[in-house]
């Protein structure tokens, strides 16, 4: 699977939209983005995930770039429940034998 | 969520004594995982399974072995527990129509 680099951490005001940056250069053609997020202590959570076109669903958009070395997950209101620890990873969506590799993540403070 | 229980979610143990994690579903989900997570180490997976009596290893699955006797259940068990197996241990199923995997709460292991 393709390495990911991800800010170690990032801060945003309550109810401005929260971005996340994602480095995917080595990226496959075969190879989905998927974001997952880890509340302290907390099994992490599904956000969503994209292969080339651009997802958005009730938690979070995902915009993945033309040429696909890069993403960004976009929060629209973040609110102080979002404070997490935020997951990029590439794998290849088909097959449950591909595991997924959790990276350290960004953690992304939400305050007041 | 996938419908995933842990049990234990806690225990406390000593070096040399066999410790057994459970991970319960109600989704019939085909393919189920064990990862343990520490600090600056992210998630890692142990083992995984594929359907009733089919596993295969992971990254770390030195001194665990996992059993898969029913669709629903997914057994980690340490013969011998050591310190180094101090973990927080998450089980995951795999919901096969968005290929994503779906995280139970966790069970926090510490072996002294």
């Known amino acids: 699977d393709a390495k990911t680099t991800q800010p170690p951490s990032m801060d945003c005001a309550e109810g401005r939209a929260a971005n996340l940056p994602c480095n995917h250069s080595?990226?496959?053609?075969?190879?989905?983005v998927y974001w997952y997020r880890q509340i302290h202590s907390q099994g992490p959570q599904y956000i969503i995930h994209g292969l080339k076109n651009n997802e958005t669903n009730e938690m979070a958009s995902l915009i993945i770039t033309e040429d696909r070395k890069s993403s960004t997950l976009i929060l629209p209101h973040a609110t102080l429940r979002d404070t997490a620890v935020y997951y990029c990873?590439?794998?290849?969506?088909?097959?449950?034998?591909?595991?997924?590799?959790f990276g350290t993540g960004t953690q992304l403070k939400v305050e007041l | 969520d996938a419908g995933i229980t842990q049990s234990p979610r806690h225990k406390v143990t000593e070096t040399g004594t066999p410790v057994t994690l459970r991970c319960h579903q109600t989704e019939n989900h085909r393919y189920m995982y064990w990862y343990r997570q520490d600090p600056g180490h992210g998630l890692r997976l142990i083992h995984y399974?594929?359907?009733?009596?089919?596993?295969d290893k992971g990254e770390v699955s030195d001194g665990y072995s996992v059993s898969r006797s029913k669709t629903e259940d997914f057994l980690l068990t340490l013969e011998s527990a050591t310190s180094s197996q101090t973990s927080v241990y998450f089980c995951a199923t795999l919901a096969g129509v968005t290929d994503t995997q779906y995280f139970g709460p966790g069970t926090r292991l510490t072996v002294l």
């Open positions: 990873i590439v794998r290849v969506g088909t097959g449950g034998g591909n595991k997924l590799t």
């Open positions: 399974s594929y359907g009733v009596k089919d596993t």
């Open positions: 080595t990226i496959s053609g075969n190879e989905y």
